[in-house]
Each structure stands twice: as structure tokens, then as C-alpha cells.
């Protein structure tokens, strides 16, 4: 698993961005991906998946 914060997520629109610690690379994160409700700021952990676009961050939990 990988930490990271939530950068933004977007409720309505089902999606949002999460910044991994350490690296600072930036994930996709699509709702059906998170196990708990993120808001802006959160710190998480999550797991990577291969999507259509690049890696996305999957199984999104709030630390």
C-alpha cells in the first residue's frame, strides 16, 4: 500500500486526485475506487492499477 493525501475530489462528478508521499506523483482516483468517503486533504492509502489514462489509485482508504 502507498500513502498519500487527497489533492481533489469531486463528489458529483464521481472522481477526484490524489499526491503520493514522498514521490509527489499524481494518481486518478475514480469513486469506484475508494472503500471510505475522501475529502480534500485526507491522508490515505491506496493501491495502483493500470487504467486507460496510466496508473490509477485503487482500494482508497482514509488513514
Known amino acids: 500500500?502507498?500513502?498519500g493525501?487527497?489533492?481533489f475530489f469531486n463528489e458529483s462528478k464521481g472522481f477526484g486526485f490524489i499526491?503520493?508521499?514522498g514521490s509527489k506523483d499524481e494518481?486518478?482516483?475514480h469513486i469506484s475506487?475508494?472503500?471510505d468517503r475522501v475529502a480534500e486533504g485526507d491522508?490515505?492509502?491506496f493501491e495502483?492499477?493500470?487504467g486507460?489514462?496510466?496508473l490509477n489509485a485503487v482500494n482508497v482508504k482514509a488513514i
Request: overall charge positive; proline content about 0%.
Open 19 to 21: 499526491i503520493e508521499d
Open 52 to 54: 486507460r489514462k496510466g
Open 5 to 7: 493525501t487527497v489533492k
Open 27 to 29: 494518481y486518478f482516483v
Open 33 to 35: 475506487g475508494l472503500v
Open 48 to 50: 495502483l492499477k493500470e
Open 1 to 3: 500500500m502507498k500513502n
Open 43 to 45: 491522508a490515505v492509502e
